[in-house]
T-cell receptor, first 113, second 109 residues
Framework: DTEVTQTPKHLVMGMTNKKSLKCEQH?????MYWYKQKAKKPPELMFV???????INESVPSRFSPECPNSSLLNLHLHALQPEDSALYLC????????????FGSGTRLTVV | KNEVEQSPQNLTAQEGEFITINCSYSVGISALHWLQQHPGGGIVSLFM???GKKKHGRLIATINIQEKHSSLHITASHPRDSAVYIC???????????FGTGTRLTIIP
């Protein structure tokens, strides 16, 4: 298995909703990432987990809450989002050293209404 | 932080043409990533290369570590190659990638 699987592919949520994005990989990668990508822009790093511990938080607002329950799963919990949070949310994984095997998921397209 | 520059930003070509996209970075790295993103789609990792050349089908990536420069070539281009191509370089000492701004490629039938 050489894929990063993200669910759901599309999500529409209201500003008062709570939802979660899920990411799964079975490549034995111990680094997992959340990125946010706005239209026609490169991805922006949000969080990095290394060996299931949060190693980088790029000053992301607390309405985004990441969770890494085990070495194969990564979640992003969403609460009280704003319309400007609408974007493509990408998960990626890699080996910890030197980013070997960097693999992206196909993303969740989030619309906040 | 690594500065990554790509050129051109936009490229339109006829089907069958040979395509070259360039990427330069400021800080020495162990490897460089080339990524592909179709409109509205997720990102696909095309190559990670640390030296020399790699080939996959009609795609060829080269890197010159001394000159801090990499190129992505597409031979016999096809409309399905139309996408944004992004190079990305790791930052020293952590797991971050610095992304180039991307090259938007359009292949006209």
């Amino acid at each position: 298995d050489t894929e990063v699987t993200q669910t759901p592919k599309h999500l529409v949520m209201g500003m008062t909703n709570k939802k979660s994005l899920k990411c799964e990989q079975h490549m034995g990668h111990r680094a997992m990432y959340w990125y946010k990508q706005k239209a026609k822009k490169p991805p922006e790093l949000m969080f990095v987990y290394s060996y299931e511990k949060l190693s980088i938080n790029e000053s992301v607002p607390s309405r985004f809450s990441p969770e890494c329950p085990n070495s194969s799963l990564l979640n992003l919990h969403l609460h009280a989002l704003q319309p400007e949070d609408s974007a493509l949310y990408l998960c990626a994984s890699s080996q910890v050293r030197q980013n070997y095997g960097y693999t992206f998921g196909s993303g969740t397209r989030l619309t906040v209404v | 932080k690594n500065e990554v520059e790509q050129s051109p930003q936009n490229l339109t070509a006829q089907e069958g043409e040979f395509i070259t996209i360039n990427c330069s970075y400021s800080v020495g790295i162990s490897a460089l990533h080339w990524l592909q993103q179709h409109p509205g789609g997720g990102i696909v990792s095309l190559f990670m290369l640390s030296s020399g050349k790699k080939k996959h089908g009609r795609l060829i990536a080269t890197i010159n570590i001394q000159e801090k420069h990499s190129s992505l070539h597409i031979t016999a281009s096809h409309p399905r190659d139309s996408a944004v191509y992004i190079c990305a370089a790791p930052n020293f000492g952590n797991e971050k990638l610095t992304f180039g701004t991307g090259t938007r490629l359009t292949i006209i039938p």
